[in-house]
């Protein structure tokens, strides 16, 4: 079945400094792709989506490409904020092999400090 | 606010009782997601119903639960005999057709088995 490896967290990072969480993925076919964010007592909220190979999806500075060779859509962001801190999910769904549910990673918390 | 609710929040129960959980999604989405989130882990899928009818369940479905979208609107999920294993975040997502599945969550419900 479809699985997702996400980078180990967790990652603490100064405010303004350059985030990369790495999240790549095994699936027949070609999946769309999403990270998704879960902030502190918040529920999952959807952050940002690819939905084929060489998109770059892209919300409140985040960017994440979709990299079909690598099988790879790999989070940034260029200036992390103290707000930021959250745990990210990356989960592809893979509705053209007839599945409709998402396959979520274990989760990278991110804790940025002032 | 995603607007997808869930009834209650909070569950505490006895190990052996009976446990109804009960999900109202966005209005106009005719997908809806059953997932569990256990902690520091990311949801696992259980169940999704597209209107009515229940099109794929997980092998995490036991048959001590069981999941029903009677007229295609709200959803409820039941579990029977709980076990203390069964203590989770439930949650519930909802969905449009040819959305590019994007699921919006809900706030989800904590189960806990004592």
């Known amino acids: 079945g479809d699985s997702v490896t996400q980078m180990e967290g967790p990652v603490t990072l100064s405010e303004e400094a350059f985030l990369t969480i790495n999240c790549t993925y095994t699936?027949?076919?070609?999946?769309?792709l999403f990270w998704y964010v879960q902030y502190p007592g918040e529920g999952l909220q959807l952050l940002l989506k690819?939905?084929?190979?060489?998109d770059k999806g892209s919300n409140k500075g985040f960017e994440a490409t979709y990299r079909k060779e690598t099988t790879s859509f790999h989070l940034e962001k260029g200036s992390v904020q103290v707000s930021d801190s959250a745990v990210y999910f990356c989960?592809?769904?893979?509705?053209?092999?007839?599945?409709?549910?998402?396959?979520f990673g274990k989760g990278t918390k991110l804790s940025v400090i002032p | 606010d995603t607007g997808v609710s869930q009834d209650p929040r909070h569950k505490i129960t006895k190990r052996g009782q009976n446990v109804t959980f009960r999900c109202d999604p966005i209005s106009e989405h005719n997908r809806l997601y059953w997932y569990r989130q256990t902690l520091g882990q990311g949801p696992e899928f259980l169940t999704y119903?597209?209107?009515?009818?229940?099109?794929?369940k997980s092998r995490l479905l036991s048959d001590r639960f069981s999941a029903e979208r009677p007229k295609g609107s709200f959803s409820t999920l039941e579990i029977q005999r709980t076990e203390q294993g069964d203590s989770a975040m439930y949650l519930c997502?909802?969905?449009?057709?040819?959305?590019?599945?994007?699921?919006?969550f809900g706030p989800g419900t904590r189960l806990t088995v004592l």
């Open positions: 690819a939905t084929k190979a060489d």
């Open positions: 699936a027949t076919g070609y999946p769309s």
């Open positions: 119903f597209q209107n009515e009818a229940q099109l794929e």
């Open positions: 989960a592809p769904i893979n509705s053209g092999a007839g599945s409709y549910q998402l396959t």
């Open positions: 997502a909802s969905s449009r057709v040819l959305a590019d599945n994007e699921q919006f």
